[in-house]
């Protein structure tokens, strides 16, 4: 197959090397662990991105999750449109954000009272301060290649970001930050109870993305979550699911409808933005009423709840709450999942595929991955050619091995044959 033709975004690149870090607002976008240039993207419609050098992609990053509607949808854009024309910021309250959180209510329960905010780093970091408020302790768990933004304290063996460029904790963070946090191997229940015998009434919260959405998709084992919940439960520990990857993917009620786990507190983010930048934390009463001005917790943001990143996530939700969306986004989930499993059966090379929900993973490896070390082990320089390949055949797949790819409801059963198309040939090329 010919080579696309990226040449504006190859001149773009090397401008924008010349005033942001690495050319890019966020380290794995640069296509370091991949190799090659990042394309630039020109728009988007349905299923497909376009570049600056006019090349259509069918795409499965769907800006890292939140477009699950596809991209430019129109009720979407119309209402953003309308909603634009009244005004953009206001810095006070609005219609929308309460409706946006009755919306999620509805969905998540679990969030008795929530909170608005800007991104998913913030939800996490707020959401983790509001529990070291309600507990009176410092130390919180988090698990190897679970990431939670990037917020000092939560970038210690943070997968994807860091894990991407070889770095499993920054520089920066201060020592006394990482300090308190405790860092286990996601999937082994053995090695939390045993920190809880040790330090429970040190420990404020456990966060965890019940679903490893930044080490490529990481299924918990059978009883595993479960766990957690109990033995956080019996310790008092505020149970934190960070759902901003899984919330509204593994299932329209997340993961923790899905595992039918109650956490005490659950962060989201990208999906109920509906591409527009929107956080939100939330949780069980007493934990959330200790958050400023109800109670002593700080945290406060001049633009969440902002009425654009509302109106996108309410229009988003409306339609998520269709009664056939998740069928049909499961069945093209399911399809895509048989068809790559497929493709690389017949081109003889061995690889694990994991899916939950409208989230997909595929390792170059033999050997199920269960935690972060397995994911590492897997073949990354067998990823990197396979995302060239698939990159040059029209196809966009997350430029990391351990990121996961994403279905939205603009995919066709035609862009999920030509996908599997490209997937054998590249498969056959990276065997
Ligand atoms: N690692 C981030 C998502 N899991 C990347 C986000 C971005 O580059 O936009």
Redesign the pocket.
């Known amino acids: 197959m010919p080579k696309l033709s990226h040449k504006r975004s190859k001149e773009l690149f090397n401008k924008a090397k010349r005033i942001m870090p690495g050319g890019v607002n ?4 640069a296509f370091k662990s991949v190799g090659g240039n990042p394309i630039f993207i020109d728009s988007a419609k349905g299923s497909k991105i376009y570049d600056v050098d006019g090349n259509e992609y069918i795409d499965y990053v769907l ?2 999750g939140p477009m699950i509607l596809g991209h430019t949808h129109p009720k979407v854009i119309n209402a953003l449109k309308k909603a634009a024309e009244k005004g953009t910021s206001f810095g006070a309250p609005t219609p929308l954000e309460v409706e946006l959180a009755e919306m999620v209510k509805k969905v998540y329960p679990s969030m008795e009272i929530m909170r608005m905010v800007n991104s998913g780093t913030e939800a996490t970091m707020s959401a983790i301060r509001a529990a070291r408020g309600f507990t009176g302790s410092d130390k919180v768990v988090k698990f190897e290649g679970c ?1 939670h933004g990037h917020a000092d304290g939560l970038l210690v063996k943070a997968g ?2 860091l894990a991407t460029f070889g770095v499993p904790t920054s520089p920066g963070v201060p020592k006394d930050y990482a300090r308190n946090t405790i860092t286990l191997p996601y999937n082994d229940l053995k090695a939390f109870k045993k920190i809880c015998e040790k330090a429970a009434k040190h420990i404020a919260c456990v966060i965890i993305e019940p679903v490893v ?2 080490s490529g998709c990481i299924l918990p084992k059978s009883g595993y979550l479960e766990g957690l919940r109990k033995l956080t439960a019996k310790y008092g520990i505020v149970l934190i699911f960070d759902e901003v ?1 899984t919330g509204f993917r593994v299932s329209y009620g997340g993961a923790q409808k899905a595992f039918n786990i109650k956490p005490d507190m659950t962060c989201l983010g990208k999906v109920i933005g509906g591409g527009l930048p929107v956080g939100a934390y939330g949780g069980k009463k007493e934990i959330m009423r200790m958050i400023s001005p109800d109670g002593p917790v700080y945290q406060a943001g001049t633009l969440s709840g902002n009425p654009l990143a509302m109106t996108a996530g309410i229009e988003t939700l409306k339609i998520l709450a269709r009664p056939d969306t998740y069928k049909k986004l499961m069945a093209k989930s399911a399809l895509l999942e048989e068809s790559l499993k497929d493709a690389a059966k017949r081109a003889g090379v061995a690889t694990k595929f994991y899916r939950a929900g409208t989230m997909f993973c595929t390792y170059f490896t033999d050997k199920e991955v269960c935690n972060f070390t397995d994911a590492a082990r897997t073949d990354m320089d067998k990823f990197g050619k396979f995302f060239r390949e698939m990159l040059n055949s029209g196809v966009n797949i997350a430029p ?1 091995g351990y ?1 996961a790819g994403f279905m939205s409801l603009a995919h066709t059963n035609s862009d999920i044959r030509k996908t599997a198309r490209a997937a054998y040939e590249a498969f056959k090329k990276v065997k």
């Not at 966020?26 to 976008?29: E, G, L, Y």
């Open positions: 966020s380290p794995v976008r800006s890292w990431y994807s970001g959405g930044n990857m990391s990121e």
